[in-house]
């Protein structure tokens, strides 16, 4: 029998709190409320982060631009967010500096951008890792000699912060479940249960080993982000539309054609938007766009378009990379589940985050950011709490995040093979394949391949190419035989398909 197949729980369980989504809102709620003492259940549909939680900017950050919206709560409380999870992961989410070059005539004049970044220290209580720097135009050229230096006005240096997305997603799910928590990914809630109008437990259901099981809960979150609308539908009301989609795509190409030092705030030539150039190891990532969508975030992708809107920008800001569509290795895009509103652009769409108890009782979050999803937990857990009428206090404002890395580089020196790298370039070894699935609950290659390791973002052909040998590595270890094995690398070319493939043009 697969291992998988044992995973269910039970027929009957119960538990005091049930989590529908493994994103970092979900992740992060099962965590500080395994850590308050519940009895917790958390379940993924897919992986743990393959929603938007692993398609974003990876930035820890207050928010610069929310300023231009005048939403400074969200700043300061990014920024508190910021600060706190700089010491409690250190080695999840690291400083990164940031160059803002400011040219004649940008949307965002100069005196402005200074003032915005006066204001951004002031939220984070001057405590941010350093103050920002005012830059010359020669000084802006001496952080960025790549940056394009025509009508460059001169420029400020700022601080943010850098993660890992996915990454921080299953820390929290980790640490939920050394904490009590029951965490299972591609388990699905198929249906919710509803007594006498009220929400009392799920139908789940294994989407890899089949078979599905009732479970019972005292409190329900819905914390599937951009799938929000749809596991509402599942109790049955004529709930309206709560979330509102805006989907982001990001190009990643070589760093050593874009020439960036570090990461860029940058204004895009064909509107204004606020954009970044960031550094990811040998790569530099462009993003992002920010458009409403009605696609569904089972099938959202980049489109030709967005790679073209994004390449634009790029070419602007480093012309002498003389960047082309050929240089992009890949491109892919998340929905942001923001709260539904009536905003004419998603870009001036509110960030915040909203909890509501629906009417059949289940605690319903939108919104929100992954720099402040611990803080959304809390609220949300507090909920829960009043409704069990158990669990202990918040913890996590001074929990540290357990680290990964050692249990990893374990793995890696368990013999010469595991410490080899998977692709010569790239720094992924095939030891970390073996952490993933012994100790981070990777039971696919998508989830080897995409979340555990980013090779995919990071190679043209998305891990294919290695996926036979891939699967045949981790094949003992999750009771495939040679024709499972075979079918697995066909459903991994498809998933690349779902997640890298581009879309014909007009597509924002
Ligand atoms: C392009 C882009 C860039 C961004 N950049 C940043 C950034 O740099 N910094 C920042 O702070 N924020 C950023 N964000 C916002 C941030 O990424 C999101 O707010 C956050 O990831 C949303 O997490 P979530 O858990 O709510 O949703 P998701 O990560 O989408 O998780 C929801 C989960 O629910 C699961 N699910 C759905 N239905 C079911 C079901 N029936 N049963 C079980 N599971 C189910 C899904 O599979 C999914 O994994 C960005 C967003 C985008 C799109």
Not at 42 to 52: P, Q, S, Y
Not at 60 to 65: A, D, P, V
Not at 141 to 159: C, I, K, N
Not at 359 to 386: E, F, S
Request: glycine content about 12%; some cysteine; hydrophobic content about 45%.
């Amino acid at each position: 029998m697969p291992t998988s197949a044992l995973r269910l729980p039970p027929s009957g369980s119960s538990y005091d709190l049930l989590v529908i989504g493994g994103g970092i809102t979900g992740a992060g709620v099962a965590r500080d409320a395994a850590l308050r003492g519940l009895h917790v259940l958390l379940a993924e549909k897919d992986d743990f982060a393959a929603g938007t939680s692993s398609r974003s900017s990876r930035l820890i950050h207050g928010g610069l631009r929310y300023l231009e919206h005048g939403q400074l709560e969200l700043v300061f409380e990014a920024s508190g967010e910021r600060r706190r999870l700089l010491r409690l992961a250190p080695h999840l989410v690291r400083p990164l500096r940031f160059v803002w070059p400011v040219y004649d005539g940008a949307r965002v004049p100069f005196w402005k951008v200074r003032a915005g970044v006066t204001l951004y220290d002031a939220l984070a209580m001057f405590r941010n890792v350093h103050r920002h720097r005012k830059l010359s135009a020669a000084g802006v050229a001496a952080e960025e000699p790549m940056v394009a230096r025509a009508g460059l006005r001169g420029g400020v240096s700022y601080y943010d912060a850098a993660t890992d997305d996915a990454r921080l997603t299953l820390a929290n799910v980790l640490d939920a479940e050394r904490a009590g928590a029951t965490v299972l990914n591609h388990v699905a809630v198929e249906e919710l249960t509803v007594q006498r109008g009220r929400v009392t437990g799920a139908r789940l259901g294994d989407r890899l080993a089949g078979g599905s099981v009732e479970i019972a809960a005292r409190a329900v979150v819905n914390a599937a982000g951009p799938w929000s609308d749809a596991v509402r539908r599942l109790e049955g009301a004529g709930a309206g539309r709560r979330v509102r989609g805006s989907k982001g795509a990001h190009i990643l190409v070589p760093r050593s054609r874009v020439g960036n030092h570090g990461a860029l705030t940058l204004l895009s030539p064909s509107d204004g938007r606020v954009m970044f150039a960031l550094p990811a190891g040998a790569f530099t990532v462009f993003g992002t766009t920010d458009t409403f969508t009605d696609a569904s975030p089972d099938e959202v992708r980049a489109s030709e378009d967005d790679v073209a809107y994004l390449l634009q920008a790029a070419g602007a800001f480093f012309p002498e990379a003389r960047l082309a569509r050929g240089d992009v290795v890949s491109a892919w895009a998340g929905i942001r589940p923001l709260v539904a509103t009536s905003a004419g652009h998603p870009s001036a769409a509110s960030r915040e985050h909203a909890i509501e108890t629906t009417a059949a009782g289940v605690i319903a979050i939108t919104g929100g950011k992954l720099t402040t999803y611990r803080i959304m937990a809390r609220q949300v857990v507090d909920l829960a709490c009043r409704r069990v009428a158990g669990g202990r206090p918040c913890v996590t404002a001074h929990a540290p995040l357990p680290d990964d890395g050692p249990a990893r580089d374990a793995a890696c020196a368990a013999d010469a093979r595991a410490g080899a790298r998977i692709i010569p370039e790239l720094e992924w070894r095939w030891g970390e394949l073996r952490w993933g699935v012994e100790q981070a609950h990777a039971r696919t290659l998508g989830d080897l391949l995409i979340r555990r390791t980013k090779l995919a973002f990071e190679t043209r052909d998305h891990g294919l190419s290695v996926a036979p040998d891939v699967a045949g590595y981790v094949a003992p270890l999750l009771g495939w035989d040679a024709a499972a094995a075979r079918a697995e690398v066909g459903r991994y070319a498809a998933e690349v398909r779902r997640i890298f493939g581009v879309d014909g043009g007009a597509g924002r």
